[in-house]
């Protein structure tokens, strides 16, 4: 009986504390500088792609295209939502890091 109970005890799952840390791999600090490097690249191409939606928006309206009107309006709202995914993300990841934790 009591070898069953030994058993038991070492095959059912004990307490698990896994966090995340900074000292784990090699390379982490420079992992954070390139993904930083990522975001900015991101919004700066969210700010160039908002420009040229707004003027290709204009132009459709201004030469009564309503194509190239709705493709304009179309890419300012994907450029608009590419620049708050990129800006929210750490957020966004955090949040749902705390949500996991809580389950």
Do not use: Y
Not at 16 to 33: A, E, Y
Not at 47 to 54: C, F, G, K, N, T
Not at 56 to 81: D, E, I, Q, Y
């Amino acid at each position: 009986m009591f070898e069953l109970i030994t058993t038991l005890t070492a095959v059912l799952p004990m307490n698990i504390d896994v966090t995340p840390n900074d000292s784990g791999l090699p390379g982490i600090g420079q992992l954070r500088v390139i993904v930083g490097a990522v975001m900015t690249i991101g919004l700066i191409l969210s700010v160039l792609a908002l420009i040229v939606s707004a003027i290709v928006w204009g132009f459709g309206a201004n030469s009564s295209n309503p194509h190239l009107a709705s493709r304009g309006k179309f890419g300012v709202l994907v450029s608009c939502g590419a620049a708050i995914i990129c800006g929210a993300s750490v957020t966004l990841i955090n949040f749902f890091w705390n949500v996991g934790q809580q389950v």
